[in-house]
């Protein structure tokens, strides 16, 4: 009986952890061979946002910098931040 039992709930365990995996996203390029105002369009700025300096390095007059890469997404919205290094420290590692 009671290996009957364990076997029962670790199968809804293993089955229930199965049904929350995300499939992975599906990333969609845009075709830009060949049309310029496509090109043109694509890198057109639409909007502008001032990074926010942390508040702490301020107070203390501190400046660094930070190299990342992201993708921009067909919605022009930054997809898949990374930080690939910083200086000082993880201070300006912030995402918003």
Same mark, same amino acid.
């Given at each position: 009986?009671?290996?009957? @039992?364990l076997f029962v709930v670790s199968a809804i365990f293993a089955l229930s952890a199965c049904s929350t995996v995300k499939p992975p996203e599906v990333t969609e390029y845009v075709d830009l ?8 369009? @694509? ?9 926010? @300096? ?43």
């Amino acid at each position: 009986m009671n290996k009957t @039992y364990l076997f029962v709930v670790s199968a809804i365990f293993a089955l229930s952890a199965c049904s929350t995996v995300k499939p992975p996203e599906v990333t969609e390029y845009v075709d830009l061979v060949g049309n310029k105002e496509a090109v043109a369009d @694509y890198w057109a700025v639409k909007r502008k946002a001032v990074p926010e @300096y942390p508040p702490m390095a301020g107070q203390n007059g501190i400046s660094g910098c930070v190299e990342f890469s992201l993708l921009i997404g067909t919605d022009g919205k930054p997809q898949n931040m990374t930080v690939i290094k910083s200086f000082p420290g993880e201070m300006f590692n912030k995402k918003r």
